[in-house]
T-cell receptor
Framework: DTGVSQDPRHKITKRGQNVTFRCDPI?????LYWYRQTLGQGPEFLTY????????KSRLLSDRFSAERPKGSFSTLEIQRTEQGDSAMYLCASSAPGTGRPETQYFGPGTRLLVL | DAKTTQPPSMDCAEGRAANLPCNHSTISGNEYVYWYRQIHSQGPQYIIHGLKNNETNEMASLIITEDRKSSTLILPHATLRDTAVYYC??????????????FGKGNQVVVIP
């Protein structure tokens, strides 16, 4: 399968614990986006990378959140000291820049986080 | 990016064409219309996009009005597997910038047997 993959698909943790999610983008896609989706809402932008550089972070991304893309390939999203409000689906998307038009983002299946 | 308005929900008959409307009256000249859908508990799936001409692919057709203030996504023969939340998104283009997708709440489409 050559699509975007995410691991794990589901994660249950206790409040205060740290969690880390991984995203493997489509091969040769140099842009990678993270979104968060809560129940009944559309996905909301968190941050994005062009190659290994993190170029923008949303205000939704508090200091407890950190994302990396060390070699410009896979990315990790870590949440420290989880809170119940962090319960959501975390989505990763990748894209290759278009020429003269917005690129199409392709999404992974998401990681569903439940904080107890 | 311009704001879009979609109905919160709609039903469609299986086997019939499903016409999903979207209003984007403040769209600017260089903004594209994108459609994604999200089947329950899955990641969003890209469907189609267009600038001003009508577009068709293996999944759907996109009809954009001449003034570009609204569009319609057409699923030619709806099946039960087309039941999903459909998102209409308007976005501009910056080669070096953040081309984030601004999702609204979408249109919950239910295909009825």
């Amino acid at each position: 399968d050559t699509g975007v993959s995410q691991d794990p698909r589901h994660k249950i943790t206790k409040r205060g614990q740290n969690v880390t999610f991984r995203c493997d983008p489509i091969s040769e896609h140099n842009r990678l986006y993270w979104y968060r989706q809560t129940l009944g809402q559309g996905p909301e932008f968190l941050t994005y990378f062009q190659n290994e550089a993190q170029l923008e972070k949303s205000r939704l991304l508090s200091d407890r959140f950190s994302a990396e893309r060390p070699k410009g390939s896979f990315s990790t999203l870590e949440i420290q000291r989880t809170e119940q409000g962090d319960s959501a689906m975390y989505l990763c998307a990748s894209s290759a820049p278009g020429t003269g038009r917005p690129e199409t983002q392709y999404f992974g299946p998401g990681t569903r986080l439940l904080v107890l | 990016d311009a704001k879009t308005t979609q109905p919160p929900s709609m039903d469609c008959a299986e086997g019939r064409a499903a016409n999903l409307p979207c209003n984007h009256s403040t769209i600017s000249g260089n903004e594209y219309v994108y459609w994604y859908r999200q089947i329950h508990s899955q990641g969003p799936q890209y469907i189609i996009h267009g600038l001003k001409n009508n577009e068709t692919n293996e999944m759907a057709s996109l009809i954009i009005t001449e003034d570009r203030k609204s569009s319609t996504l057409i699923l030619p023969h709806a099946t039960l597997r087309d039941t999903a939340v459909y998102y209409c998104i308007v976005r501009g283009y910056t080669y070096y910038g953040n081309n984030r997708l601004a999702f609204g709440k979408g249109n919950q489409v239910v295909v009825i047997p």
